[in-house]
């Protein structure tokens, strides 16, 4: 008796947090069961799977190339709703501490300080471009960040400084997360959450519709066989999507 309380408690805790039916207004792009509806990176051998009804990635993918999971449909405005996790760290890396505009502290010598600090990566490609990424990861500033755009010295300053997280929202690794992405045009607003952490940021010269992926970082050295200290070591779950007008 204890045995099946146990397992139904913890299939109906399983059953509250994993919903595979689309709020109103929005479509499920991940049903739970398969890959449908996305394209699994050719080579990959397994890495990208499903397990207990969530998408578990485990840095990896065997692909020759491209080792992304893209969405197989396009979008151009939109609302993405994503529950994700990162499962462990995988190493230190260093990092810089980055200000609120977007540049990165520097010591007295003019060089940036580096930290090494545990970590983990990943992220959310938009529109189908990597350098519209929205990024996960263990940094101090907090995932949500646009790196490709933040890191971008062409792009103007308040470019640089929207694409800043305004506060770090993420809660402690193991833990589950959710995203609000929102897209129209080429503004970006980022909920993680539930606080707003970029609020209508610009992405210029951005595309106007491309496909979503969750992003693959890191692996294994193939010399010391360990995984690099950016790995993502990553689940995703109630991903879907609002197509705006």
Not at 8 to 22: G, R
Not at 210 to 232: D, Y
């Amino acid at each position: 008796m204890k045995a099946f309380s146990l397992a139904t408690a913890l299939a109906l805790a399983f059953a509250a947090s994993t919903s595979f039916a689309a709020p109103a207004g929005f479509t499920a792009l991940f049903n739970g069961k398969d890959f449908t509806g996305w394209t699994v990176p050719e080579g990959d051998n397994g890495h990208w799977k499903i397990l207990d009804g969530v998408i578990d990635y485990d840095a990896e993918s065997e692909a020759k190339g491209d080792k992304n999971l893209w969405t197989a449909k396009e979008f151009g405005d939109f609302t993405l709703r994503m529950d994700w996790r990162i499962k462990r760290m995988t190493g230190t890396y260093p990092m810089p501490d980055v200000l609120p505009d977007g540049t990165h502290r520097l010591g007295p010598d003019g060089k940036e300080i580096l930290t090494h600090r545990p970590n983990a990566d990943s992220g959310i490609y938009l529109r189908g471009v990597g350098k519209a990424q929205v990024n996960i990861w263990c940094w101090p500033v907090g995932s949500g960040e646009v790196y490709g755009y933040r890191m971008d010295k062409t792009m103007p300053p308040a470019v640089r400084a929207g694409v800043t997280p305004k506060l770090h929202a993420d809660k402690p690794v193991g833990e589950w997360n959710t995203f609000e992405i929102t897209m129209k045009g080429d503004r970006l607003t980022v909920v993680l959450n539930g606080k707003t952490v970029i609020e209508n940021a610009q992405l210029p010269g951005v595309p106007a519709k491309g496909r979503l992926a969750l992003q693959h970082h890191g692996g294994r050295n193939p010399k010391t066989g360990e995984l690099a200290g950016a790995s993502s070591l990553m689940q995703f779950r109630n991903i879907y999507v609002k197509e705006l007008r």
